[in-house]
């Protein structure tokens, strides 16, 4: 079992200990997990961290946009905009253009929860990435964005 890993029990053999599969999903799970305890000191889980960064970078959206861009199902994104707005973090309006519509933007709360919200996720990925030096750490985004970029 690695260091640091909660299950308990978990011991998977070394032949799947060498699979760049396997690794990646167990990368991906630490990173996971790390990411949701760091986001839940905020009270908020992932997608509400997702929501507001792509209002932040990609702008404003329709409420199908917004669920189109990040993948999320149209009646979860409904309760989770609902509870953003109640927050204070989102606003949805009317789209001019089209009435039946809301489009979706963040707020200035939204923007000030998102600042700190950078910062825990930015501790996560550093306590992620803590084993590594800071030239190994960039080499292995760079290496996982190319992989991940690279067409199936």
Do not use: C
């Amino acid at each position: 079992m690695a260091a640091g890993d909660e299950r308990s029990g978990y011991n998977p053999p070394d032949r799947l200990r060498r699979l760049p599969s396997w690794l990646a999903s167990e990368l991906a799970h630490r990173g996971q997990a790390l990411v949701a305890e760091a986001l839940a000191q905020e009270g908020v889980r992932r997608q509400h961290f997702a929501v507001l960064t792509s209002l932040a970078e990609q702008g404003a959206a329709s409420q199908a946009d917004l669920g189109r861009r990040l993948s999320i199902d149209r009646s979860d994104l409904h309760a989770l905009l609902a509870e953003m707005e109640r927050d204070g973090l989102v606003a949805r309006v009317r789209d001019a253009a089209d009435r039946r519509r809301n489009v979706v933007t963040l707020t200035s709360a939204g923007e000030a929860a998102l600042a700190r919200l950078d910062e825990r996720v930015d501790s996560a990925q550093k306590a992620l990435l803590e084993p590594l030096s800071a030239t190994e750490r960039r080499k292995v985004i760079r290496l996982l964005e190319r992989v991940v970029s690279h067409p199936s």
